[in-house]
């Protein structure tokens, strides 16, 4: 079992940045593939980010690859997703999400993860 909870969202100005955090617990963190993903008012839950369990592998969604980078530092039991030159289009609740054999490709699909956390709200002013 994974338990995950994220922090660092808020408030920030376009073209502005935020860090976002993903604690996890249990001892087995480091092998687990981890995700980002964002649900907007209306819109279905997309894929932001995912990050391999050696954080040797990393994906991005073509709408944020550039801006966002994700990392992870496995003594700490965390992940990371820093978001830069933020866009309004950005504004979305953001999730954290964690599964093993998860190859970069399908960390992509949101239905791979088993573990999900509460989410942390991200909102960007024009």
Known sequence: QVQLVESGGGL?????????????????????????????????????AAISWSGGNTGYADSV????????????????????????????????AADTSLSIRTARTAREYDYWGQGTQVTVSS
């Open 12 to 48: 920030a100005q376009a073209g502005g940045s935020l860090r976002l955090s993903c604690a996890a617990s249990g001892r087995t963190f480091s092998r687990y593939t981890m995700g980002w993903f964002r649900q907007a008012p209306g819109k279905e839950r997309e894929f932001v």
């Open 65 to 96: 690859k550039g801006r966002f980078t994700a990392s992870r530092d496995n003594a700490k039991n965390t992940v990371y997703l820093q978001m830069n030159s933020l866009k309004p289009e950005d504004t979305a609740l953001y999730y954290c």
